[in-house]
């Protein structure tokens, strides 16, 4: 056996999987920063694992096989892992946007499976700057954190001194 047979992973291609683990980092960078549920490895695992999956269904692909159905079968997969990570503590719904993020992972992985990988990088990057973004404009204003929005640590809630 050759070197070059030995770290082959044909159908998928090196540079692909490499794309899909920096677009995963990127965003779980952001969200391991802040001690949010999807960090690093989730992130990165959830964008290869799209990958894979949908390069492997574009390579079994015949007449009598559709591989978007494969898409539409992953998307449903991810919903499932995205709902592990939410759950209710005193009357608030947490991790819906670590649920998001998982979801739009899988988008990106899917990105780079059907020959799309700068566009996936960029798209993580848009992904971060939402993330980071809106955070941001929470931090800023108090009007965007009202009601099922306020910010939540523990068993009390982030709010200003004096506010209640």
Sequence with gaps: MTLTELVAIDP??????????????????????RGK??????????????YIFIAASIHVQTDATDPSRIIGQVITGIGFLGAGVMLAR??????????????????VGVCIAVGYPATAIKLSLVIVVLLVGVDALEDYSQALTRG???????WREKTKPGSQ
């Design 148 to 154: 099922v929005h306020r910010k939540y640590q523990g």
């Design 12 to 33: 998928f291609v090196w540079k692909s999987v490499g794309v899909a683990i920096l677009c995963g980092c990127i965003v779980g960078f952001e969200r391991q920063l």
């Design 90 to 107: 005193d009357g608030v719904i947490l991790g819906v946007t670590s649920a998001a993020t998982i979801w739009a992972l899988a988008a």
């Design 37 to 50: 549920p999807v960090g690093i490895r989730t992130s990165a695992l959830i964008t290869l694992g799209t």
